[in-house]
T-cell receptor, first 112, second 115 residues
Framework: GQSLEQPSEVTAVEGAIVQINCTYQTSGFYGLSWYQQHDGGAPTFLSYNALDGLEETGRFSSFLSRSDSYGYLLLQELQMKDSASYFCAVRPPNQAGTALIFGKGTTLSVSS | DTEVTQTPKHLVMGMTNKKSLKCEQHMGHRAMYWYKQKAKKPPELMFVYSYEKLSINESVPSRFSPECPNSSLLNLHLHALQPEDSALYLC??????????????FGAGTRLSVL
């Protein structure tokens, strides 16, 4: 089976840097994705790591280490609008047509 | 246009009612999904349609019945629901179910309350 663990809550102040970790137990997967969801809103795609290493998209970066079964999302120069839930997700291979499996989610609260 | 449109935004129904949720995308995506999300929980996959054919049913009770009339539309028919079915129902689409990256574009959801 697939299991992705994230911290349930993270708090930070505006302008700070925060790292949201995702550790997983899975027999294999194509890559690690990150989605953001504001309260009452739709999940939106943030980042994807197919290979080990760092992917940078503006203020957001994501990292994957398959050997450590670990990934993280790094948010820099935090803004109030970054307050949201963040989910890591994987697509398991070798299962016909399986869609994304999401981690339990991390609620990020940014204060001024 | 990267929009997935869901209607209605809110729905209140009794346990004997029949209602339908609708989802539409015009991105040319060939995979469409229904997820159920409870408060403070991640989305849980319910159904996957690939090229207008049902490819995954994650052991969802028969009181939920999906339909894909064409490549742009996805419906979820509801009948004889239970109060525990109250949740946010999210529709999503992606370019192709077989693509490894599988970026999914989500609609804003229908918030369903079953009384």
């Amino acid at each position: 089976g697939q299991s992705l663990e994230q911290p349930s809550e993270v708090t930070a102040v505006e302008g700070a840097i925060v790292q949201i970790n995702c550790t997983y137990q899975t027999s294999g997967f194509y890559g690690l994705s990150w989605y953001q969801q504001h309260d009452g809103g739709a999940p939106t795609f943030l980042s994807y790591n197919a290979l080990d290493g760092l992917e940078e998209t503006g203020r957001f970066s994501s990292f994957l280490s398959r050997s450590d079964s670990y990934g993280y999302l790094l948010l820099q120069e935090l803004q109030m609008k970054d307050s949201a839930s963040y989910f890591c997700a994987v697509r398991p291979p070798n299962q016909a047509g399986t869609a994304l499996i999401f981690g339990k989610g991390t609620t990020l609260s940014v204060s001024s | 246009d990267t929009e997935v449109t869901q209607t209605p935004k809110h729905l209140v129904m009794g346990m004997t009612n029949k209602k339908s949720l609708k989802c539409e995308q015009h991105m040319g995506h060939r995979a469409m999904y229904w997820y159920k999300q409870k408060a403070k929980k991640p989305p849980e996959l319910m159904f996957v349609y690939s090229y207008e054919k049902l490819s995954i049913n994650e052991s969802v009770p028969s009181r939920f019945s999906p339909e894909c009339p064409n490549s742009s539309l996805l419906n979820l028919h509801l009948h004889a629901l239970q109060p525990e079915d109250s949740a946010l129902y999210l529709c999503a689409s992606s370019q192709d179910q077989g693509v490894a990256k599988n970026i999914q574009y989500f609609g804003a959801g229908t918030r369903l309350s079953v009384l």
